[in-house]
């Protein structure tokens, strides 16, 4: 009888989609669309966009259909049932306690003074997501100490997360409830599903997937990851003691090398031994 099943969560800009500057394999993507196919895997896109672009991001780099999308940076859950989505209430019921009764607009206002902010576009908000671009020559800290403090002083329980968009060279700034991040709402799932954390694979690239990479979770990160997050993740784990957890893929131990969904594939390799069978059989080798 055959039990083994995986909880596969991956990121999606620059981890399986090859959105930044360094090569895809031509056969990564392809590779990575075959392993979501079997019926032991089950699929979560866990992403910084909102539904209508990771609903764009499926069409226009051929990706598998996933089963789950922990979407807006964790301040939304989404489940595909017959080719339809719907939203998990139950998570925002669960999330929005942390923000104490205050709103998006409320809490907008209170950061207008902060100059340096630049309020995202409509479609990029949420009610339990506030999200700003900062210029990369800003201080970070000293800006998100200033809103830590505000945060503190209205009785909210918030999470601010940074990470950056290689491609447009700007900084990402997320206002979320402290329950509302990449790493809490994969934890909502696995439970919800009833896995167990040994079952579960994560892989990310960017400053927003670090809760993950560093929490004890079976984890990767992408080769393409910027030396800075590869540095913060290596002392997250550290830090935790979870530095078995935490697999850096690499380009010269594979044939599709360690970028973007290749390197998602690696982590499989290293932490799911059960699943190398079916990754050789659709062409994932390793060469050593």
Known sequence: MNLKRLLLCTDMDRTILPNGNQPEHPEARRCFHEFCQQPEVC??????????????A???????????????VGSKIYYYIDDKVQEMSAWED?????????????????FRHIRELTLQEEEKQNRFKLSY?????????????????????????????????????VGLLDVLPQNATKLHGLRFLQQHLEYETKE??????????????????????????SEEVRALAQKMASDGGHTT??????????????????GVLQGIWHFQPEFRTSLTSIGFQHDL
């Open 43 to 56: 699929l979560v896109y866990v992403t910084g966009r909102h539904q209508a672009l990771v609903e764009q």
């Open 58 to 72: 499926i069409i226009d780099y051929a990706l598998p259909l996933p089963d789950y999308a922990i979407t807006d």
């Open 94 to 110: 669960q999330i929005s306690a942390d923000w104490c009764g205050q709103s998006h607009a409320q809490l907008k206002r209170a």
């Open 133 to 169: 671009y900062l210029d990369l020559d800003i201080d970070k800290d000293e800006i998100i100490a200033q809103m830590a403090a505000i945060l503190h002083d209205l009785g909210v329980h918030a999470s601010l997360i940074w990470s950056v968009d290689e491609p447009m060279h």
């Open 200 to 225: 579960v694979v994560f892989a990310g690239d960017s400053g927003n997937d670090l809760p993950v990479l560093g929490s004890g979770i079976n984890a990767v990160l992408v080769a393409n990851a």
């Open 245 to 262: 957890a935490l697999y850096l893929a690499r380009d010269d131990t594979f044939s599709l090398g360690g970028n973007y969904a290749a």
